[in-house]
């Protein structure tokens, strides 16, 4: 609380990443984004403000957020050969492949635009990027269920544009649910960025080789799609709704999970650096009660999820190794709710944490001190020996 950084005290390994953009106290539960505790921006900012603060570090004036959005929705257009590239795959496809591989087709209408150290192509990037991810990720939703994509409507803010894109159909007029909206904007601002998490380290190692911007962003997507890190949302719909079909009590599967019986998870607990409960997971547990209760939805998979995060709370198994819900662990519920697929949930964590990669990346990229990329190796294999007749 003294504002001092954790260079003050000295004791920070070196070899860790130095950032500016966003401070975790895991043993106390703090996430704060440029300094902003996330409570407060999660109840009172917008997705384009808090990515606005991400990528240039301050609060924009209202005449910088409108031109921000403004610029964003001049770009949300695909080129209409790379719809086609949507054709190419199966519709069974998942929709993080359809992401990661069509930001990378993306890639390639902009070689000429993708210089790294021109800000002009790293601006420019960065509103295309913003633009067309969600638009992206709305046609690979329409593509699993056989149904035609729309045009983005500019008319709407970003999140309402989105919302469209997913659930409007050509035949008929579609009106944004404000419940809806606001949810999906709370939720979208709690993933907007999360300092050096494995999606986001990815992009700053891809970056640190010189690799554009889209490209990338492409790898962070294809970290992302692990079960252990953004799959996670999913993964946690499929452990309740498993644990539900199958009629065994929360208590047996707990049992399960603590015996370790062929390596099953309480999915959506747990974390790397939160060794108390994720600042951003009592959020979004706050908003699935009011979100559902509004949308007039009850669902027994939340009354399960909640049991069993009760369960887990008191259980000597998951307190002692620090066990708490993150972020994951109620999220699934909520888009639920809203109508998306489990499979469509991870890549709504992609489009929430879009700004944070992009504001990483250009943090990774503009800073001169920045080495490419390359893990240090305790070397643990064999001695050197001979090749059997070498001589
Ligand atoms: C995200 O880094 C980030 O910031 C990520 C993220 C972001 O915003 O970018 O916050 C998003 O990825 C959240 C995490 C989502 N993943 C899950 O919910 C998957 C389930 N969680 C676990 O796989 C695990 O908790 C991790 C991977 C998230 C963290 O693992 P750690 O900190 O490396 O812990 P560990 O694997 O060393 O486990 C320590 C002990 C082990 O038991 P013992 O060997 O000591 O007996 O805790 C156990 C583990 O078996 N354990 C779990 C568990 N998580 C850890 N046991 C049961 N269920 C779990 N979920």
């Not at 606005?52 to 929705?73: A, C, V």
């Not at 269920?145 to 803010?157: E, H, I, R, T, V």
């Not at 999606?199 to 080789?209: D, E």
């Not at 992302?224 to 199958?246: F, K, T, W």
């Amino acid at each position: 609380q003294t504002g001092h950084t954790a260079l003050d005290y000295g004791f920070v390994n070196t070899a860790a990443t130095k950032s500016a953009i966003t401070f975790i106290d895991g043993d106390a539960g703090i996430l704060r984004y440029r300094g902003y505790p996330i409570e407060q921006l999660a109840k009172n900012s917008t997705y384009l403000e808090v990515a606005w603060l991400l990528i240039y570090g301050e609060l924009p004036t209202s005449s910088q957020l409108e031109e921000f959005d403004n610029n964003i929705r001049r770009h949300t257009l695909l080129h209409e050969d790379l719809k086609r590239f949507f054709s190419a795959l199966p519709h069974t496809a998942h929709p993080m492949s359809v992401l990661s591989s069509a930001v990378s087709a993306l890639s390639t209408y902009y070689e000429n635009q993708s210089d790294p150290h021109n800000p002009e192509h790293v601006e420019l990037n960065t509103i295309r990027m913003l633009a067309k991810l969600p638009v992206i990720a709305a046609y690979a939703h329409k593509k699993s269920k056989g149904q035609a994509f729309l045009y983005p409507d500019n008319s709407l803010s970003f999140v309402d544009n989105f919302l469209k894109l997913n659930f409007g159909v050509l035949s008929e007029p579609y009106e944004v649910n404000p419940v809806m909206s606001r949810a999906l904007e709370r939720l979208l601002i709690l993933h907007e960025d999360h300092e050096q998490n494995a999606s986001t380290s990815t992009v700053r190692l891809v970056g640190s080789t010189g690799a554009n911007q889209f490209s990338s962003i492409s790898a962070g997507i294809s970290a992302l799609y692990g079960p252990l890190h953004g799959g996670a949302n999913e993964a946690v719909l499929d452990m309740l709704r498993q644990i539900r079909e199958s009629g065994e009590s929360v208590q047996r599967f707990v049992e399960r999970v603590k015996s370790k019986e062929d390596g099953v998870k309480l999915m959506g607990f747990g974390h790397r650096v939160y060794k108390n409960y994720d600042p951003r997971a009592r959020l979004v547990k706050e908003s699935a009660d009011e979100v559902l209760t509004e949308l007039g939805v009850s669902d027994p998979l939340l009354d399960l999820a909640k049991e069993l995060e009760e369960i887990a709370l008191h259980d000597d198994y998951f307190v002692e190794r620090r066990l708490y819900p993150n972020v994951d662990f109620y999220t699934g519920v909520i888009y639920k709710a809203m109508g998306f697929p489990t499979r469509m949930f991870t890549v709504l964590f992609a489009i929430g944490r879009l700004p944070g990669w992009l504001a990483q990346w250009r943090e990774a990229v503009s800073d001169p001190q920045t080495k490419i990329g390359r893990p240090q190796q305790l070397y643990i294999g064999a001695p050197r020996r001979d090749y059997p007749g070498a001589v």
